[in-house]
């Protein structure tokens, strides 16, 4: 299906949201639900685990970008039905003119239904029955409760909206954070990188650049080698690599102090530490650099680094490389890692809960690795955290053709 705008019958000039644990779906109701002008009826409940909070952070966002000032409706006890019903039929018997419209995303199943009710109850004689709405994270589509006389709604793809697109800065500040520099798009070595995948086509390839790596790493430990002295990979299928890094030069008698500068590292052992596993997200920002276009992408970067503005380090994270298509959010973490299916679970949990924690229950989020077998780590990560569809691990064999795969699993993940 392809993306379209909500048919003007179905704005509304008086617009009720209910704000959940995640501002983001509210933010998206927000702007494609509601008239140039209308009025914002944020709903929101009270107490130190309420999403009050949350819906003045979205309220706040919002007047940044010039709307206009939202009205709260905060409720005190969220599980009381009279209490709800009571503050929403208040405000509503007070709208004489316009379309009334509910977004109920963000509620819980209490919420939901007695806000409907007093929608649904309280409208004034004249003002048209409420038009009311729901955000589905698993599709990207807005559905519609069915118009008289309907048996069911025509769901409407919006992921790609352009109404809801969202830069990766704004989703931040939506979360009342900040990033502490603008991720980068700078792909260091491309053509090292592609000689680096090619080798990692086979286990034995894969094996010899391990060993070449260990090998550097037990120098420097053992032997107080330093690192400007650690020969260029070169002999038993390295010898692409270390001409690659030479620029095309043979690589015998050369050193990492050779040509680090050349690449512009600050230091060989900057390098060393490159080769030995940093490449991997550089390779991913080459296929994004690549594909952004035939992708749709609306933000991407790598190194993101974000901030808490309200000084709590629990909530501070940094992540390898992010995506954001329309407003859903992409995170994918890197690793040269192989063997250590423990390891490579934890990198997979933690990407996949940060995401989450940014972008809601839209979020994906993927681990690009060298295991052997991809499919068991993803598969016990999706039976411990039930986020079947929701993460996605690439292992060594999918590196040769992780362009494609990974514009596959963007695509996918909005279908």
């Known amino acids: 299906m392809n993306d379209f705008d909500i048919p003007e019958h179905k704005l509304s000039d008086s617009l009720f949201v209910l704000v959940g644990g995640n501002p983001l779906p509210a933010w998206v109701a927000t702007r494609l639900l509601m008239r140039p002008g209308g009025k914002l009826f944020l709903v929101c409940s009270a107490g130190e685990y309420g999403s009050a909070p949350i819906a003045r952070q979205l309220g706040k966002f919002l007047e940044r970008n010039g709307s206009n000032a939202p009205e709260y409706i905060e409720v005190i006890k969220e599980s009381d039905p009279a209490e709800i019903y009571q503050k929403l039929a208040e405000k509503v018997r007070q709208i004489s003119s316009g379309k009334l419209g509910l977004n109920y995303t963000g509620g819980t199943k209490v919420m939901s239904v007695y806000a409907y009710l007093a929608l649904q109850n309280e409208h004034q004689q004249g003002v048209p029955p409420p038009i ?234 993927a681990l690009v690795c060298n295991s052997e077998n991809p499919t068991l780590v993803e598969k016990e990560v999706v039976e411990t955290l039930d986020v079947k569809n929701k993460v996605r691990v690439f292992g060594r064999t999918d590196l040769a053709q992780l362009s494609s795969k990974l514009k596959d699993w963007i695509e996918a993940s909005a279908s």
């Open 132 to 365: 009311c709405s729901y955000l589905d994270a698993r599709h990207l589509c807005m559905y519609f409760d069915p118009s008289p006389g309907q048996t069911a709604s025509q769901p409407f793809p919006v992921g790609m909206n352009e109404k809801g697109c969202i830069s990766l800065e704004d989703l931040v500040s939506l979360h009342n954070c900040r990033l502490t520099e603008q991720p980068s798009r700078e792909v260091v070595a491309p053509g090292v990188i592609d000689e680096i995948v090619c080798l990692h086509a086979t286990a034995r390839g894969f094996r010899i650049w391990r060993d070449w790596r260990n090998a550097a790493h037990s120098s420097i430990a053992q032997n107080s080698t330093k690192p400007q002295d650690i020969p260029l990979p070169n002999g038993s299928g390295l010898e692409p690599i270390g001409r690659a890094l030479a620029r095309g030069q043979d690589p015998t008698g050369l050193t990492l102090g050779n040509v680090y500068s050349s690449w512009c590292f600050t230091t060989p052992g900057d390098l060393l530490n490159w080769l030995d596993g940093f490449w991997v997200e550089h390779l991913v920002s080459q296929i994004l650099a690549q594909q952004a276009d035939a992708m749709r992408l609306t933000d991407w970067g790598r190194n993101l680094i974000v901030i808490n503005e309200k000084n709590q380090p629990k909530n501070n994270f940094e992540t390898d490389v992010f995506i954001i298509r329309g407003y859903q959010l992409f995170m994918v973490s890197c690793t040269a890692g192989d063997d250590d299916k423990k390891k490579l679970k934890q990198k997979l949990f933690e990407v996949y809960i940060r995401a989450r924690q940014i972008g809601g229950e839209e979020a994906r989020a």
